[in-house]
Protein backbone atom coordinates (compact mmCIF):
# COMPACT_ATOMS: atom_id res chain seq x y z
CA UNK A 1 0.00 0.00 0.00
CA UNK A 2 3.10 2.13 0.79
CA UNK A 3 3.83 2.13 -2.52
CA UNK A 4 1.10 2.25 -4.44
CA UNK A 5 -0.66 5.23 -2.53
CA UNK A 6 1.82 7.36 -4.33
CA UNK A 7 1.59 5.77 -7.62
CA UNK A 8 -2.13 6.51 -7.39
CA UNK A 9 -1.87 10.25 -6.22
CA UNK A 10 1.23 10.46 -9.34
CA UNK A 11 -1.73 9.03 -11.57
CA UNK A 12 -4.43 11.48 -10.16
CA UNK A 13 -2.09 14.20 -11.02
CA UNK A 14 -1.11 13.32 -14.25
CA UNK A 15 -4.30 12.12 -15.51
CA UNK A 16 -6.21 15.74 -16.19
CA UNK A 17 -2.70 16.80 -17.56
CA UNK A 18 -3.16 14.03 -20.15
CA UNK A 19 -6.75 15.19 -20.81
CA UNK A 20 -5.77 18.17 -21.08
CA UNK A 21 -3.12 17.72 -23.65
CA UNK A 22 -5.71 15.69 -25.94
CA UNK A 23 -8.44 18.40 -25.72
CA UNK A 24 -5.49 20.89 -27.09
CA UNK A 25 -4.57 18.67 -29.36
CA UNK A 26 -7.72 18.19 -30.98
CA UNK A 27 -7.29 22.25 -31.38
CA UNK A 28 -4.07 22.41 -32.41
CA UNK A 29 -0.84 20.59 -33.11
CA UNK A 30 1.76 22.32 -31.38
CA UNK A 31 0.34 21.22 -28.02
CA UNK A 32 2.56 18.21 -28.49
CA UNK A 33 5.57 20.36 -28.19
CA UNK A 34 4.61 20.77 -24.39
CA UNK A 35 3.03 17.80 -23.05
CA UNK A 36 4.07 18.47 -19.14
CA UNK A 37 2.43 21.49 -18.49
CA UNK A 38 -1.50 22.18 -18.61
CA UNK A 39 -1.12 25.90 -18.77
CA UNK A 40 0.79 26.45 -22.06
CA UNK A 41 -1.21 24.83 -24.50
CA UNK A 42 -4.34 26.88 -24.12
CA UNK A 43 -2.24 29.78 -24.51
CA UNK A 44 -0.78 28.44 -27.37
CA UNK A 45 -4.01 27.60 -28.90
CA UNK A 46 -5.52 30.76 -28.21
CA UNK A 47 -2.31 31.97 -29.97
CA UNK A 48 -2.55 29.84 -33.02
CA UNK A 49 -6.12 31.40 -33.26
CA UNK A 50 -5.43 34.82 -33.32
CA UNK A 51 -3.88 35.70 -36.23
CA UNK A 52 -6.85 34.45 -38.46
CA UNK A 53 -8.97 37.06 -36.61
CA UNK A 54 -5.87 39.94 -36.67
CA UNK A 55 -5.45 38.67 -40.03
CA UNK A 56 -8.90 40.94 -41.10
CA UNK A 57 -6.95 44.20 -40.93
CA UNK A 58 -4.51 43.13 -42.38
CA UNK A 59 -6.55 41.88 -45.44
CA UNK A 60 -7.90 45.29 -45.41
CA UNK A 61 -4.55 47.27 -44.96
CA UNK A 62 -3.72 44.95 -48.33
CA UNK A 63 -6.73 45.97 -50.02
CA UNK A 64 -6.03 49.66 -48.93
CA UNK A 65 -2.48 49.68 -49.89
CA UNK A 66 -3.98 48.00 -53.08
CA UNK A 67 -6.26 50.57 -53.87
CA UNK A 68 -3.80 53.39 -52.93
CA UNK A 69 -1.41 51.71 -55.78
CA UNK A 70 -4.15 51.59 -58.37
CA UNK A 71 -5.36 55.44 -57.55
CA UNK A 72 -1.74 56.11 -57.63
CA UNK A 73 -1.20 53.92 -61.17
CA UNK A 74 -4.38 55.66 -62.04
CA UNK A 75 -2.77 59.37 -60.74
CA UNK A 76 0.04 58.56 -62.84
CA UNK A 77 -1.41 57.29 -65.73
CA UNK A 78 -3.29 60.48 -65.66
CA UNK A 79 -0.11 62.96 -64.82
CA UNK A 80 0.92 60.65 -68.15
CA UNK A 81 -2.00 61.22 -69.98
CA UNK A 82 -1.94 64.94 -69.27
CA UNK A 83 2.27 65.37 -69.91
CA UNK A 84 1.30 63.48 -73.47
CA UNK A 85 -1.42 65.96 -74.03
CA UNK A 86 0.59 68.97 -73.11
CA UNK A 87 3.42 67.36 -75.46
CA UNK A 88 1.02 66.86 -78.36
CA UNK A 89 -0.31 70.16 -77.85
CA UNK A 90 3.26 71.85 -77.87
CA UNK A 91 4.27 70.02 -81.06
CA UNK A 92 1.23 70.97 -82.71
CA UNK A 93 1.92 74.92 -81.31
CA UNK A 94 5.60 74.17 -82.72
CA UNK A 95 4.31 72.95 -86.13
CA UNK A 96 1.54 75.74 -86.67
CA UNK A 97 4.42 78.67 -86.19
CA UNK A 98 6.73 76.77 -88.00
CA UNK A 99 4.04 76.38 -90.83
CA UNK A 100 3.37 80.42 -90.22
CA UNK A 101 7.53 80.89 -90.33
CA UNK A 102 7.40 79.49 -93.13
CA UNK A 103 4.49 81.41 -95.13
CA UNK A 104 5.23 84.32 -94.16
CA UNK A 105 9.20 83.54 -95.53
CA UNK A 106 7.32 82.67 -98.04
CA UNK A 107 5.63 85.57 -98.25
CA UNK A 108 8.32 87.65 -98.19
CA UNK A 109 10.36 85.73 -100.56
CA UNK A 110 7.42 86.46 -103.21
CA UNK A 111 7.53 90.12 -102.10
CA UNK A 112 11.39 90.01 -102.90
CA UNK A 113 11.06 88.25 -105.65
CA UNK A 114 8.21 90.79 -106.86
CA UNK A 115 10.35 94.01 -105.78
CA UNK A 116 13.52 92.41 -107.58
CA UNK A 117 11.86 91.08 -111.01
CA UNK A 118 10.35 95.47 -110.46
CA UNK A 119 13.97 96.50 -110.77
CA UNK A 120 15.20 94.06 -113.20
CA UNK A 121 12.65 95.18 -115.80
CA UNK A 122 13.51 99.14 -114.20
CA UNK A 123 17.34 98.28 -115.26
CA UNK A 124 16.42 96.89 -118.65
CA UNK A 125 13.96 99.45 -119.45
CA UNK A 126 16.99 101.85 -118.33
CA UNK A 127 19.28 100.11 -120.23
CA UNK A 128 17.12 100.40 -123.38
CA UNK A 129 16.17 103.69 -122.98
CA UNK A 130 20.30 104.14 -122.59
CA UNK A 131 20.83 102.02 -125.55
CA UNK A 132 17.96 104.17 -126.97
CA UNK A 133 19.97 107.41 -126.61
CA UNK A 134 23.02 105.43 -127.63
CA UNK A 135 21.38 104.59 -131.21
CA UNK A 136 20.38 108.50 -131.44
CA UNK A 137 22.86 109.41 -128.78
CA UNK A 138 25.96 111.37 -130.94
CA UNK A 139 26.68 114.71 -130.29
CA UNK A 140 25.58 116.72 -133.35
CA UNK A 141 28.66 119.49 -132.99
CA UNK A 142 31.08 118.34 -130.31
CA UNK A 143 32.79 121.46 -127.98
CA UNK A 144 29.64 123.67 -129.22
CA UNK A 145 28.66 125.84 -126.85
CA UNK A 146 24.35 126.65 -126.40
CA UNK A 147 21.83 127.50 -123.74
CA UNK A 148 18.07 126.83 -123.75
CA UNK A 149 16.41 129.59 -125.69
CA UNK A 150 13.42 127.29 -126.69
CA UNK A 151 10.17 129.39 -126.94
CA UNK A 152 12.44 132.98 -127.29
CA UNK A 153 11.52 135.95 -129.39
CA UNK A 154 12.95 135.89 -132.89
CA UNK A 155 11.65 137.91 -135.78
CA UNK A 156 8.38 138.07 -137.68
CA UNK A 157 6.43 137.41 -134.51
CA UNK A 158 8.10 133.64 -134.88
CA UNK A 159 9.37 131.75 -131.39
CA UNK A 160 12.61 129.93 -131.08
CA UNK A 161 11.81 126.44 -131.95
CA UNK A 162 15.47 124.34 -131.41
CA UNK A 163 18.62 124.87 -129.94
CA UNK A 164 21.47 126.91 -131.32
CA UNK A 165 25.29 125.21 -130.93
CA UNK A 166 27.53 127.69 -131.26
CA UNK A 167 31.05 126.31 -133.34
CA UNK A 168 33.52 127.91 -135.40
CA UNK A 169 33.52 128.44 -139.18
CA UNK A 170 33.48 124.85 -140.76
CA UNK A 171 32.95 122.28 -137.70
CA UNK A 172 32.16 119.55 -138.42
CA UNK A 173 28.55 118.59 -137.73
CA UNK A 174 27.67 114.73 -137.80
CA UNK A 175 24.79 112.62 -137.96
CA UNK A 176 22.80 112.01 -134.19
CA UNK A 177 21.24 108.65 -134.99
CA UNK A 178 20.84 106.24 -138.27
CA UNK A 179 18.58 107.54 -140.45
CA UNK A 180 18.18 109.36 -144.00
CA UNK A 181 19.04 112.32 -144.89
CA UNK A 182 16.75 114.71 -146.74
CA UNK A 183 17.87 117.92 -148.08
CA UNK A 184 15.74 121.02 -146.66
CA UNK A 185 17.75 124.12 -148.13
CA UNK A 186 15.43 127.60 -147.75
CA UNK A 187 15.82 131.27 -147.20
CA UNK A 188 15.57 131.04 -143.55
CA UNK A 189 17.76 127.81 -143.11
CA UNK A 190 20.20 128.68 -145.80
CA UNK A 191 21.98 125.37 -146.38
CA UNK A 192 19.71 123.28 -144.40
CA UNK A 193 19.28 119.28 -144.03
CA UNK A 194 16.34 116.83 -142.03
CA UNK A 195 17.59 113.60 -140.63
CA UNK A 196 14.77 111.12 -140.60
CA UNK A 197 16.06 108.44 -137.96
CA UNK A 198 15.27 104.86 -137.64
CA UNK A 199 14.28 105.84 -133.77
CA UNK A 200 11.12 107.53 -135.47
CA UNK A 201 12.18 110.69 -134.49
CA UNK A 202 13.26 113.71 -137.47
CA UNK A 203 16.30 116.30 -136.47
CA UNK A 204 16.83 119.64 -138.76
CA UNK A 205 20.16 121.67 -138.86
CA UNK A 206 20.33 124.76 -140.07
CA UNK A 207 22.66 127.00 -141.27
CA UNK A 208 25.38 125.29 -142.67
CA UNK A 209 28.12 126.66 -144.27
CA UNK A 210 27.72 123.12 -146.52
CA UNK A 211 26.06 119.64 -146.79
CA UNK A 212 28.87 116.91 -146.81
CA UNK A 213 25.41 114.39 -147.26
CA UNK A 214 22.75 115.68 -149.90
CA UNK A 215 20.78 112.24 -149.67
CA UNK A 216 20.71 108.79 -148.65
CA UNK A 217 21.33 106.67 -145.58
CA UNK A 218 23.35 107.14 -142.83
CA UNK A 219 24.89 106.04 -139.52
CA UNK A 220 25.00 107.63 -136.08
CA UNK A 221 28.39 109.49 -135.96
CA UNK A 222 28.71 110.26 -139.29
CA UNK A 223 29.82 113.31 -141.15
CA UNK A 224 27.14 115.05 -142.53
CA UNK A 225 27.74 118.94 -142.83
CA UNK A 226 29.97 121.65 -141.75
CA UNK A 227 28.87 124.91 -139.67
CA UNK A 228 28.41 128.27 -140.66
CA UNK A 229 26.13 131.32 -141.11
CA UNK A 230 23.54 130.74 -143.98
CA UNK A 231 19.82 131.88 -143.75
CA UNK A 232 18.74 134.13 -141.43
CA UNK A 233 21.67 132.85 -139.00
CA UNK A 234 22.55 137.05 -137.96
CA UNK A 235 26.79 136.34 -138.55
CA UNK A 236 26.86 133.89 -136.22
CA UNK A 237 28.43 130.44 -137.00
CA UNK A 238 25.87 127.87 -135.40
CA UNK A 239 23.92 125.03 -136.04
CA UNK A 240 20.08 125.76 -135.38
CA UNK A 241 19.20 122.13 -134.18
CA UNK A 242 15.75 120.92 -133.97
CA UNK A 243 14.01 117.64 -132.58
CA UNK A 244 10.75 116.45 -133.78
CA UNK A 245 8.58 113.49 -131.99
CA UNK A 246 5.90 111.89 -133.65
CA UNK A 247 5.90 114.90 -135.94
CA UNK A 248 5.66 117.59 -133.39
CA UNK A 249 8.63 119.63 -132.40
CA UNK A 250 10.31 119.38 -129.09
CA UNK A 251 12.52 120.97 -126.67
CA UNK A 252 15.79 119.46 -128.12
CA UNK A 253 18.02 121.03 -125.22
CA UNK A 254 17.82 118.16 -122.40
CA UNK A 255 18.33 115.63 -125.45
CA UNK A 256 20.90 117.54 -126.57
CA UNK A 257 22.59 118.35 -123.45
CA UNK A 258 22.52 114.35 -122.68
CA UNK A 259 24.76 113.10 -125.35
CA UNK A 260 27.03 115.76 -125.93
ZN1 LIG B 1 18.11 128.73 -133.86
Sequence with gaps: MLHAKPRAGLRARALPVLLMSAVAAAFGGLVALAPVEADRPAVLAYADVAPLVLDEPAVQERAQ??????????????????????????????AKAAAEAKAKAAAEAKAKAAAAARTK???????????????????????????????AARGGGRSHKGTDLLAPYGSPVYAVADG?????????????????ADNGETYFYAHNSSNVVRGGRVEAGQLIARVGSTGNAGGTNHVHFEREVGGRSVNPYRFVRSIC
Design 180 to 196: RIRNASSSNGGISLYLD
Design 65 to 94: ARASRDRRMDEQARAKAVAAAKAKAAVTAK
Design 121 to 151: TLAKRAAASRGALRIAGRCPVPNASFTDTWG
